[in-house]
């Protein structure tokens, strides 16, 4: 089972607050995407079941765990369009009404907590928020709800306010280091550099952008920015090619490129970040940075800050998404 690396004052507070039965029944873990939070709340649950087993039933217990079959263990996420084979973009009413059968259910471990996690709890639509809502007002005994969230402002007011907040913020570079090492066996500093200011300090970004190749893109972004054209042939192509992927890895693909952004922007006002003026990646920013001016920089920014929620929750075209952001 993946150990989680870093955010220890998170963990034992948890932990401290469940064994003293202080633990409030809902809790919002709201931070970047890809930061650890799933593997932090699971990482949890195996601390809490080490207190509570001996050596031969805690076993049996991660063993569960890890296969995701544990029965006083809920974990709901977006599910996939079997039609498109492609991550829908809200979590349903349907999805969680069946919360109430496992809430209701005996289970062979009654003396354990029951604990539910939704992940990406920030795309839940209007039905399945107010349906949410209703649990959470009235929380079973010995019943725990979990909300992983990338934007806690897109999450209802009136659920983040019956929730105990807990945030994680970014990675500092060397824990970033150890876990990308050890998940991409990658070595070279001036990689492990690009890769964190590319992701913001987001490991799951990063191996995203890895295993997906989106890393490719990067020298072809800056290209556009460098040609500083409204509808280049090239950024036409490059709009219906990127326009074909799933909500998620459009998702991870528009945060590596706000990132793109801030970091050429950190360069123009000379903000300090982790940057190498010996690594190739960071020289093309620093030389585009050096002749675009800064009001093409935040129209480009604020545009994405301002249309992506638009974009997915009513599933606009990407490809037009695309062209509207080159010609800013």
Do not use: W
């Not at 996420?77 to 079997?82: F, I």
């Amino acid at each position: 089972m993946m150990k989680v690396i870093g955010f220890d004052n998170q963990k034992k507070f948890l932990i401290k607050n469940y064994l003293n039965n202080k633990l409030p029944h809902s809790i919002i873990l709201s931070g970047d995407k890809g930061i650890g939070k799933k593997t932090f709340i699971i990482d949890f649950f195996a601390s809490i079941f080490n207190e509570l087993f001996d050596n031969n039933n805690l076993k049996q217990h991660l063993n569960l765990i890890k296969n995701n079959t544990h029965p006083n263990i809920k974990y709901i996420s977006n599910l996939v369009d079997k039609k498109t084979n492609k991550t829908k973009s809200q979590i349903t009413i349907d999805q969680i009404r069946q919360l109430n059968s496992f809430l209701n259910e005996t289970s062979v471990y009654e003396n354990i907590s029951k604990f539910l996690i939704i992940d990406n709890a920030d795309s839940l639509n209007v039905s399945a928020s107010n349906s949410l809502l209703k649990n959470l007002e009235e929380p079973k005994k010995n019943t725990y709800f979990f909300l992983i969230v990338h934007k806690l402002s897109y999450l209802l007011p009136t659920i983040r306010s019956r929730c105990l907040k807990l945030r994680f913020n970014k990675h500092d570079f060397n824990t970033f280091k150890l876990i990308i090492t050890k998940q991409l066996n990658i070595v070279n500093e001036n990689e492990i550099l690009f890769l964190y200011n590319l992701s913001n300090g987001s490991p799951g970004i990063a191996i995203n952008i890895y295993d997906e190749e989106l890393v490719g893109f990067y020298d072809q972004i800056l290209f556009f920015f460098d040609q500083n054209k409204i509808y280049h042939a090239d950024q036409i192509n490059f709009s219906k090619k990127i326009s074909l992927y799933d909500d998620e890895k459009f998702k991870i693909f528009l945060f590596v490129l706000k990132n793109i952004l801030i970091n050429i922007i950190k360069i123009k006002v000379n903000i300090n970040f982790n940057y190498n003026t010996n690594n190739k990646y960071d020289k093309k920013l620093t030389n585009i940075s050096s002749y675009i001016s800064k009001n093409s920089l935040f129209n480009k920014f604020e545009y994405l800050i301002k249309n992506e929620n638009d974009l997915f929750t009513y599933n606009l075209d990407k490809n037009l998404f695309m062209l509207n952001f080159f010609s800013k």
